[in-house]
């Protein structure tokens, strides 16, 4: 890869990217950062198959979990590409330590399991995937010209799906906030509660300026910035208090044992036998 002192080439391939180690490192971290998010946000949307409010609301979810599940498969599959393995065993069998996914993702839905007394909690789940998809929209948007050109073609096929998603949550959080006095309340407090977890969403970790160096994503003052701007367009009350990391900061690998319970879960069908055919 050639650098002038101003100008960023375009990246057309793994082997060019690793031709510059620097480069390597900020784009796999940026990689390992889409892939871990949508993986833990679409694992926390599985469980929600068949105990969704209506029939409508479950079959909406289950599709947005589907396309977003797709995503993170596909960031994985640009991993193994460059080499960091497979993108089964990044996915299913890499420890919580290893994972750069955003701390407030990987929270647990409520009590219980699924199987047995899920009292997962509906305000929750609404705005976390908001707080998220207007997350995703603004990062992706930042990422679309980047110059790795593999990651910038397969993000604006995400970008087709994506408004979708964030118009369907944008829909509840409006009509839970015009709701009843509960569920105004109940609403309120989960945006609270948000608000003091979400600020390592929105960070891009120890990598952050090599990757506004490398041309691979805007900064992130300028996503945290657009992302509050859709915010202001949808909530009634947003927290005059600054974001927070209450639970850890996830793109420092610092993570909660809902994470290790998590990835048990998710990996225990491929762990009955690694060699099988997906």
């Known amino acids: 890869m ?8 375009r990246v057309e391939s793994p082997e060019q990217a690793k031709e510059n180690p620097a480069y390597y490192e900020a784009l796999t971290d940026l990689l390992y950062q889409l892939a871990d998010d949508d993986l833990l946000i679409s694992f926390r949307g599985s469980e ?14 289950s599709s947005i979990t589907q396309n977003t599940m797709g ?13 960091e393995g497979d993108s089964d065993y990044l996915a299913h069998v890499r420890s919580a330590n290893d994972r750069h996914n955003a701390v407030y993702l990987e929270k647990r839905n409520g009590d219980g399991e699924y199987w047995e007394e899920p009292y997962y ?10 707080f998220y998809e207007a997350f995703k929209k603004v990062k992706l948007k930042a990422i679309a010209n980047c110059s790795y ?14 408004p979708y998603h964030l118009a369907h949550w944008k829909m509840w959080i409006t009509q839970l906030q015009s709701s009843t006095d509960e569920g105004k309340r109940r609403i309120q407090e989960r945006i609270d509660e948000a608000w003091t977890m979400f600020q390592d969403v929105l960070s891009l970790g120890e990598y952050g300026e090599q990757m506004e160096k490398f041309e691979l994503i805007t900064s992130e003052e300028v996503i945290k910035s657009n992302w509050l701007q859709e915010l202001e367009a949808t909530l009634t009350g947003i927290p005059s ?13 610092e993570h909660t044992t809902d994470l290790e319970h998590a990835i048990a879960t998710m990996a225990e069908v491929y762990n009955t036998d690694r060699e099988a055919v997906w």
Request: aromatic content about 8%; cysteine-free; hydrophobic content about 45%.
């Open 121 to 130: 909690d509906w305000a929750l789940t609404v705005v976390r995937n908001y």
């Open 48 to 61: 929600w198959l068949g105990l969704a409010p209506h029939i409508e609301a479950d079959l909406a979810y």
């Open 71 to 83: 995503h993170a498969s596909m960031y994985y599959q640009l991993l193994e590409d460059l080499g």
């Open 2 to 9: 050639e650098r002038g002192e101003e100008i960023v080439m």
């Open 241 to 253: 208090a600054s974001l927070g990391n209450a639970s850890g900061h996830g793109r420092k690998k």
């Open 149 to 162: 050109e593999p990651l910038a073609h397969m993000v604006q096929k995400v970008l087709m799906e994506q």
